[in-house]
């Protein structure tokens, strides 16, 4: 089976010869959860674009789910993001005017599913973040940690084959932020890929794995075992 992510001597160059990454090699199999983690400035969002392919890579290989996305149309990559990625961003980006129930069932839209069906799903994908009982706030009347549980429940609802969160808990307190890493390591455990960027080293290490990236260049630690279960020590 192909990898998720692969990546092969990546190299981004932005207008004016600034070259922002160079040559990254990154591969990212099924099921893992990793942190990509860098000080700022060092490409982590770049990267994370060309990942999530809002943006192409000017040299260089990028396989995403199977396909390289450097032979697909602008429309065939929106497809490809609608149906195999789900996004988490720093600033959540919710509609305003929509009830956290019909944030998630946007996360749905693409597929065609009728109303009823995309609201159903996006129920089950509140419950799952815990927000059940939250379904017909607006963001306005959520909290931080609130509105990104909400961001996360749209990120999941079309069950991605990936999940790409840039900063989730940089705008957080600290016991919000936890809470949207527990939820992330839960849906981990329950077999999804999540690569989570952040500047924060402390979050990355509490992750199996730390892609560390510094000037553009990747430097890979190896994924950790799963921790042995409590008692086997
Ligand atoms: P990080 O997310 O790690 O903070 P970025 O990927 O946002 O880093 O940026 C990496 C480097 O690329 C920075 O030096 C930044 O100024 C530069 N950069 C980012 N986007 C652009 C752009 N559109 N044009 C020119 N330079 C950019
Ligand atoms: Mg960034």
Redesign the pocket.
Known sequence: MSAVIELTDVVKT???D?R?LHGVDLRVEHGELTAIV??????????LNIIGTLDRASSGTVRVAGHDVGTLTDRELSALRATHIGFVFQQFHLAPGLSALDNVADGLLYGGLPLGERRERAHGALRAVGLAHRTGHRPAQMSGGERQRVAVARAVVGEPDLILADEPTGNLDTRSGRAVMDILRQLHADGSTIAV?T?DNDIAAALPRQVH?RD?RVADSPARPTAPRGGTT
Request: net charge positive.
């Open positions: 932005y207008a004016g600034v922002v860098g000080p700022s400035g060092s490409g982590k969002s770049t990267l960027i500047h990236v553009g």
